[in-house]
C-alpha cells in the first residue's frame, strides 16, 4: 500500500522540543525527494522544510531556520522533522508529503502552550 504515515507529535512548552517522524511504504522512497507541511487553524497550508532524495540539500522556512532540521534514513524508508526552540505559533497539524507523487500523511498535531 502506497502511504505516508506521520508520528511524533503532541503538547509541548514553548522552548521545548519534538521530532516528528513519517514513514514511507509502497514506493521507492530513496529516489523522492520529500517535504513537511503545516497547517494552523484559519491559516493555509505552508511548507515548512524540504529534503533532497539523497538527503544533501535542505531548504527551510526562513521561521524556522536555525530551530528546525529535516533528515531522512533511507534504509528505514523514513523522514524526520526536529523541532527545537519550539513557539506557540509552531502549533499547527504538520504534515508529511512526497511532492513527485502528490503523496500525503494524514498529519500530526503539534500545539506549543503553556
Known amino acids: 500500500q502506497v502511504q505516508l504515515v506521520e508520528s511524533g507529535g503532541g503538547l509541548v512548552q514553548p522552548g521545548g522540543s519534538l521530532r516528528l517522524s513519517c514513514a514511507a511504504s509502497?514506493?521507492?522512497?530513496?529516489?523522492?525527494?520529500m517535504r513537511w507541511y503545516r497547517q494552523a487553524p484559519g491559516k493555509e497550508r505552508e511548507l515548512v522544510a524540504a529534503?533532497?532524495?539523497?538527503?544533501?540539500?535542505?531548504n527551510y522556512l526562513d521561521s524556522v531556520k536555525g530551530r528546525f532540521t529535516i533528515s531522512r534514513d533511507n534504509a528505514k524508508n523514513t523522514v524526520y522533522l526536529q523541532m527545537n526552540s519550539l513557539k506557540p505559533e509552531d502549533t499547527a497539524v504538520y504534515y508529511c508529503?512526497?511532492?513527485?507523487?502528490?503523496?500525503w500523511g494524514q498529519g500530526t498535531q503539534v500545539t506549543v502552550s503553556s
Open positions: 529534503i533532497t532524495s539523497a538527503g544533501s540539500v535542505t
Open positions: 508529503n512526497a511532492p513527485r507523487r502528490d503523496l
Open positions: 509502497g514506493f521507492t522512497f530513496m529516489t523522492y525527494s
